[in-house]
């Protein structure tokens, strides 16, 4: 029974890992709390037990837009759904609390205030099947998305005794866990660890760009991302801004999100996102929480962020559909500056120290980055993934030592006043202001590494730093001091070790240099990338097309129309039988019965063509 309604409402055949012991146990009318990442699809754990139980299933969740695309989707899927939030006007509230009393809705997703609200009316009108708690994390105080609601859903166990609780989030850390549990009373839960590993996402970490060759290789990556959604993470609004005008000005459709703007452009952005009119967006870490599009193909991070948590949440917004996703971290000097002031102005500076220090760790690492990651969030691991930058291009060290003397004598020449660009300027031989006004044109060192570029030397010091030869006195001026480590390099003592500095050059620039020819053309053919064997790419974009039209009819993101994933199987499977097409996975029986028709259409007009083609 319970494979059987996965296909026929779901279109799936098997289960992720943990989804079918959770629905048994929802089945068996016993609590759980369930910890999985982003995307590793907690929805159909609490879904599918509230179509195979009687009554209807209150979902509780903190965000419209949320309760908006859940909707969305399982209507889509033939289910009745509702979502009573703040949203609503008078008449669709009566009319869906009319519909509940009459026992036809399935699922009724429902804002914390609503459900506190309903808690002595609605609510004990109907038959309720179980109870999920969305984004249960939103119940500790210690997390990013306090909502106070939340921690009065202690409620529901008192008022409903006999009523499963199902809490579901993808924030894994101890004392969150601990909140959940005691506040919402759960009654010998059961508690549901998935593996946080995500293999699907590549790693890739760039130390010490510039703002130039950081732009250049934004515009590369999403050029090698051609049409496919994706999101920058920026470290301030104002970044945000410029970035999205630089990307604007390359023809890429951008929108920007952040707490500086009304919520009113806020959605706008959102919705803009969602429904494909932009393809960017260039966002603070504000925007995340309530994307469920499953298309996001990659994740930039323009900016280091300040944690491993925000980084592995933000990263895992792509990718949610399972199919190959990239993901991109620059990391620079200045990020560790400003990060490492907001960490020490915050209150709970330890803390905040700490983590960002876990995170320069990540982003400064010569092993598998994934096994960081997943080791990170107590999960081991004996192998390299294999999709991340380390795996693929292992750092190769070099003897390094005269190049960190030269840097640490530039340093020590001028008493230790001195930050890194100026003593960039210093080691080159530049002409600047400060550079004359100080008389450091007279040190002996000055234009003694006149033979490393500026953004190779950018680097080398970031590496110095992380080997811990200097640090920065945050309280003088960013200064950059020499440690007992260094002292001992500097004075030959010891020998220092660097990584080799491995620049790709974007490979559209180096093949257009060779045979001299423009290196954008302006004409180029759009097609997606190919994710599966015999797949035909002209056929995933008519499909494509046909997709966004069905849902543009509805008003609805294209994804929730047929999930990319089908679409890139349907273009490799080729169907041409209504039966045929149904057997995909995403295509249950209503979605089958709803746009088979149309789709087969598309696909047997395509091979008819390629059969012309042939003969
Ligand atoms: P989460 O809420 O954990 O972030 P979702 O529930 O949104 O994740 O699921 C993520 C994606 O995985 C969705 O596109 C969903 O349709 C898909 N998915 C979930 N369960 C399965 C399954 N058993 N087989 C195939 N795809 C699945
Ligand atoms: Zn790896």
């Keep these: 029974?319970?494979?059987?309604?996965?296909?026929?409402?779901?279109?799936?055949?098997?289960?992720?890992?943990?989804?079918?012991?959770?629905?048994?146990?929802?089945?068996?009318?016993?609590?759980?709390?369930?910890?999985?990442?982003?995307?590793?699809?907690?929805?159909?754990?609490?879904?599918?037990?509230?179509?195979?139980?009687?009554?209807?299933?209150?979902?509780?969740?903190?965000?419209?837009?949320?309760?908006?695309?859940?909707?969305?989707?399982?209507?889509?899927?033939?289910?009745?759904?509702?979502?009573?939030?703040?949203?609503?006007?008078?008449?669709?509230?009566?009319?869906?609390?009319?519909?509940?009393?009459?026992?036809?809705?399935?699922?009724?997703?429902i804002s914390p205030e609503r459900l506190l609200a309903e808690v002595n009316y609605l609510l004990k009108d109907i038959r309720i099947?179980?109870?999920?708690?969305?984004?249960?994390?939103?119940?500790?105080?210690w997390g990013h998305d306090f909502r106070p609601e939340y921690t009065q859903?202690?409620?529901?166990?008192?008022?409903?005794?006999?009523?499963?609780?199902?809490?579901?989030?993808?924030?894994?850390?101890?004392?969150?866990?601990?909140?959940?549990?005691?506040?919402l009373h759960l009654r010998d839960p059961e508690i549901f660890i998935s593996s946080f590993d995500r293999p699907n996402l590549s790693l890739d970490v760039r130390r010490g760009y510039q703002?130039?060759?950081?732009?250049?290789?934004l515009f590369d990556f999403i050029d090698r991302h051609r049409g496919e959604s994706g999101i920058v993470y920026c470290m301030s609004r104002s970044k945000t801004e410029?970035?999205?005008?630089?990307?604007?000005?390359?023809?890429?459709?951008?929108?920007?999100?952040?707490?500086?703007?009304?919520?009113?452009?806020?959605?706008?952005?959102?919705?803009?996102?969602?429904?494909?009119?932009?393809?960017?967006?260039?966002?603070?870490?504000?925007?995340?929480?309530?994307?469920?599009?499953?298309?996001?193909?990659?994740?930039?991070?323009?900016?280091?962020?300040?944690s491993i948590e925000s980084y592995y949440q933000e990263i895992g917004r792509a990718g949610r559909d399972g199919l190959p996703s990239d993901t991109l971290l620059f990391y620079s000097f200045g990020?560790?500056?400003?990060?490492?002031?907001?960490?020490?102005?915050?209150?709970?500076?330890?803390?905040?120290?700490?983590?960002?220090?876990?995170?320069?760790?990540?982003?400064?690492?010569?092993?598998?980055?994934?096994?960081?990651?997943?080791?990170?969030?107590?999960?081991?691991?004996?192998?390299?993934?294999?999709?991340?930058d380390v795996c693929k291009n292992p750092p190769r060290r070099f003897d390094g030592t005269v190049i960190v003397q030269k840097a640490l004598s530039g340093i020590a020449r001028t008493g230790e006043q001195v930050g890194t660009h100026t003593l960039i300027d210093l080691l080159r031989g530049a002409v600047s202001q400060e550079v004359i006004e100080k008389g450091y044109d007279k040190l002996k060192t000055y234009g003694a590494g006149r033979d490393i570029?500026?953004?190779d030397w950018q680097d080398y010091l970031l590496q110095m730093l992380n080997l811990g030869y200097v640090e920065i006195a945050y309280n003088e001026n960013n200064w950059l001091k020499i440690t007992t480590a260094g002292k001992k390099v500097l004075f030959g003592q010891e020998r220092a070790e660097l990584v080799t500095i491995q620049r790709t050059e974007p490979a559209r620039k180096a093949a257009a240099k060779k045979k001299g020819l423009p290196a954008r053309p302006t004409v180029e053919p759009v097609l997606s990338p190919v994710f599966f064997?015999?797949?035909?790419?002209?056929?995933?974009?008519?499909?494509?097309?046909?997709?966004?039209?069905?849902?543009?009819?509805?008003?609805?993101?294209?994804?929730?129309?047929?999930?990319?994933?089908?679409?890139?199987?349907?273009?490799?499977?080729?169907?041409?039988?209504?039966?045929?097409?149904?057997?995909?996975?995403?295509?249950?029986e209503y979605k089958k019965g709803k746009y088979g028709k149309e789709f087969l259409e598309v696909i047997r007009q395509r091979m008819g063509e390629k059969e012309g083609v042939s003969k």
């Design 533 to 588: 064997d015999n797949e035909d790419p002209e056929l995933f974009e008519a499909l494509r097309l046909l997709c966004k039209r069905l849902a543009d009819q509805q008003a609805i993101p294209a994804y929730l129309v047929l999930s990319d994933k089908t679409l890139h199987q349907l273009a490799a499977v080729r169907p041409t039988t209504l039966e045929a097409f149904g057997e995909i996975g995403g295509i249950g």
């Design 242 to 306: 410029s970035v999205a005008e630089k990307l604007e000005q390359q023809g890429i459709r951008t929108a920007v999100y952040h707490a500086g703007l009304s919520s009113q452009q806020r959605d706008q952005a959102q919705d803009d996102f969602i429904n494909d009119r932009v393809q960017v967006v260039c966002a603070t870490i504000a925007f995340g929480m309530g994307i469920d599009k499953s298309n996001v193909r990659w994740v930039v991070h323009y900016n280091l962020p300040k």
């Design 129 to 141: 099947s179980l109870f999920a708690i969305d984004e249960a994390h939103c119940i500790s105080q």
């Design 1 to 109: 029974m319970i494979f059987k309604t996965l296909k026929s409402y779901f279109g799936y055949t098997s289960f992720r890992p943990l989804q079918e012991e959770i629905v048994r146990r929802i089945l068996d009318r016993k609590d759980a709390l369930v910890l999985m990442p982003t995307g590793g699809g907690k929805s159909i754990c609490y879904q599918l037990p509230a179509l195979l139980m009687e009554g209807t299933a209150i979902v509780v969740s903190p965000l419209i837009s949320l309760m908006k695309d859940q909707v969305e989707s399982l209507q889509n899927n033939g289910i009745i759904a509702r979502a009573l939030n703040s949203s609503c006007d008078e008449t669709t509230h009566a009319s869906i609390r009319f519909e509940c009393r009459q026992g036809r809705v399935k699922l009724l997703y």
């Design 211 to 217: 703002q130039k060759e950081k732009l250049r290789t």
């Design 453 to 455: 570029p500026g953004r």
């Design 153 to 183: 859903l202690s409620v529901l166990r008192q008022q409903f005794p006999d009523v499963p609780i199902v809490a579901l989030t993808a924030t894994a850390d101890k004392i969150t866990r601990e909140d959940i549990l005691r506040q």
């Design 335 to 388: 990020d560790i500056l400003l990060l490492s002031k907001f960490a020490q102005e915050s209150n709970q500076q330890e803390i905040n120290l700490e983590k960002l220090h876990r995170m320069q760790q990540y982003a400064e690492a010569d092993i598998c980055r994934r096994r960081i990651l997943l080791n990170y969030f107590g999960e081991t691991t004996d192998h390299n993934c294999g999709n991340c």
